[in-house]
């Protein structure tokens, strides 16, 4: 059969384009499929075509042969099985190869990522992950820390599902421990009614105990006391202690809740969860030779650093390294995951690398005739207030996160009011309760997508006014970008979804190759943890959709099948706008 009669119905064109290019090196060059890499990016310039192979500089040097007669052998083997797919195979300077699609091609890939996927790939629950998120401690507010734990936590947790994997949201409580029985033995011993303390209450109770616990020598009794009734069991004391967990996790749901982040009851898994294992698990390193005594205490120790990692106080009490040990375990071996991702501060760098040294070392990441489950951290960097040190009230208080929100949110409603009053507005006639809802999506938005945008490592500086702005590489910009797209598929009425594509304009076409990206840009953000890559994607989708926009009417063109054809374009874009903001946690709102 004529191959230019056989179009592709793969929408990753760049994959089909490299597997031919593959094929093409290893019959023109002689050499093991497998080993040819054609080098395939997105060219810089429409001028240099649509994808640039620069496979030739290095494969003339292992040939020793000029690098422009390797690229021509090359094109001469995939011209052919490539017909359907390009147009043209140029060869530029020492050895580029430039390559122009076929504007079939693009419309027929196009076509096939028009359905409910979006040409998104899906591995079809034959994956698990494990995403440690949010990790809130009992009776302490939430702050910007957790704000980070919960978000990234949960982005990457959603790029996972929307790619088919099975997602287990491990939120690691911390609710065990000293610390947690000093809170409760002290508001015990101050007579306050359980039944009616906020979280507030218990914050300030937290503190207070911590105080005391140094200074008195019988609170600190006090508080190993009522740590030997929770762990014996004693029902009045436990009943206590699920009071303050009720009471944190309240406002932790609440929270979540406003921040569009899927957290509820079922994801806890706190460190209490695992307070029958932490022997077996200190048991097991024990049995093993891993663990050594040191002073009457249980270390592993490693042979490249100093740093043990303490497994078992010397009073025989576990903490919160054995708890992770316990955890990995179960994640792996219980739950099946393949992958467990931390979205821990990077503060506890050295925390994790121990803990997944010693796992490692023991045997628990390993799973026979599979490969063994990888444990990652993804280390996120501080929110900074401006004077580029952590964040901080005015009075030095580490800022919470409900006051936090509550601000943003102001600002996302003041900025959407002002906007309303416009009568040209598309708000002009929404009603006060409609706006302050659009007001919060916006705020929250801005939040949201000024943390997930950058780098995950890196600390930045909480600036609300930059956040909110709805110009630039913002949340409340893309925002906006969907909800103009929205009014106007709105303003042309019935669509029709099988209108025949034409990608004819320069414009149209890097619109349409940035569509068909979307699968791939996904699975690169997700295989790397990196949320930043998705909202990079995003972000270039909206000024590539502004590019086209601008240059070619929809509307007002006065072609039937042209016009169709863009409103395919525009609504394609919409749902792919509103898809990768979904997986980023953020509501895409068709007016604003
Ligand atoms: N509760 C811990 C903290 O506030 C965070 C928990 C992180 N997760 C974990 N598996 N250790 O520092």
């Known amino acids: 059969m004529d191959p230019a009669s056989t179009p592709t119905r793969s929408c990753d064109l760049a ?9 093409a090196i290893a019959s023109a060059c002689g050499i093991d499929e497998a080993r040819a890499d054609p080098q395939v990016k997105s060219s810089a310039t429409p001028k240099f075509g649509d ?3 620069n496979f030739a500089m290095a494969l003339a040097k292992a040939l020793g042969k000029p690098p422009r007669d390797v690229a021509q052998a090359v094109i001469a083997a995939a011209t052919a099985p490539l ?16 390559i122009t699609l076929r504007a079939s091609a693009i419309a027929n890939a196009l076509d096939a990522m028009d359905c409910p996927t979006l040409g998104v790939p899906t591995v079809a629950g034959t994956k698990t992950v494990a995403v440690d998120l949010c990790g809130v401690n009992v009776a302490k507010q939430m702050h910007v820390g957790h704000l980070r734990a919960t978000i990234i936590g949960d982005t990457i947790a959603r790029m996972h599902e929307r790619l088919g994997w099975r997602v287990y949201r491990q939120n690691h409580l911390g609710d065990w421990g000293l610390p947690i029985a000093m809170t409760l033995a002290s508001l015990k011993r101050h007579g306050i009614d359980l039944g009616k303390v906020t979280l507030d209450d218990l914050n300030s109770a937290y503190r207070g105990a911590q105080a005391e616990g140094e200074t008195d020598p019988t609170a600190l009794a006090d508080a190993h006391d009522t740590l030997r009734k929770l762990q014996a069991g004693d029902e009045p004391t436990v009943a206590d202690w699920q009071r303050l967990i009720a009471v944190t996790m309240a406002e932790v749901f609440a929270t979540a809740a406003i921040l569009g982040v899927d957290l509820s009851e079922r994801h806890s898994r706190g460190e209490s969860f695992f307070r029958e294992r932490l022997g077996p698990t200190v048991a ?8 050594e005594r040191d002073a009457g205490a249980l270390i592993v120790r490693f042979p490249d650093r100093e740093r043990p990692l303490l497994i078992q106080k010397s009073d025989g009490t576990s903490l919160y390294s054995t708890t992770d040990l316990a955890a990995v375990r179960y994640r792996v071996q219980e739950l099946g995951a393949d992958l467990v991702v931390y979205c821990v501060d990077a503060r506890q760098r050295d925390h994790f690398k121990d803990v997944f040294d010693a796992v490692v070392r023991i045997g628990w990441t390993h799973r026979p005739g599979r490969p063994d489950a990888r444990l990652v951290h993804v280390p996120f960097g501080a929110v900074l207030g401006e004077d580029k040190k952590p964040l901080k009230t005015r009075s030095g208080e580490n800022v919470t996160l409900v006051s936090l929100l509550e601000e943003a949110t102001a600002r996302g409603r003041r900025e959407v009011h002002a906007r309303a009053a416009d009568p040209e507005a598309h708000t002009a006639t929404h009603t006060r309760e409609e706006l302050d809802a659009i007001g919060q999506a916006v705020g929250i938005a801005a939040i949201k997508y000024a943390d997930l945008s950058g780098d995950v490592g890196r600390d930045y500086v909480f600036d609300l006014d930059r956040m909110v702005s709805f110009e630039g590489d913002t949340g409340p910009y893309l925002q906006y970008a969907h909800a103009r797209i929205a009014g106007i598929l709105a303003k042309a009425g019935t669509i029709d979804l099988h209108a025949p594509l034409t990608i004819a304009t320069s414009e149209e076409r890097a619109l349409a190759l940035h569509l068909l990206r979307y699968g791939p840009a996904l699975e690169a953000a997700a295989a790397s943890l990196a949320p930043n890559r998705l909202a990079a994607y995003i972000y270039e989708l909206a000024n590539t959709f502004n590019a086209f926009y601008q240059a070619c009417p929809v509307l007002k063109g006065d072609d039937a099948a042209v016009r169709a054809s863009r409103l395919r374009l525009v609504s394609l874009t919409r749902c792919v706008l509103s898809d990768a903001l979904g997986i980023m946690g953020i509501t895409a709102p068709m007016r604003m």
């Open 15 to 23: 994959s089909v384009l490299e597997q031919g290019l593959r094929s």
């Open 284 to 291: 097991a390193f024990v049995d093993a030779g891993i663990a």
């Open 83 to 98: 017909a359907s797919l390009c147009e043209k195979m140029e060869i530029a300077g020492p050895g580029f190869v430039n």
């Open 51 to 53: 994808f640039q192979a």
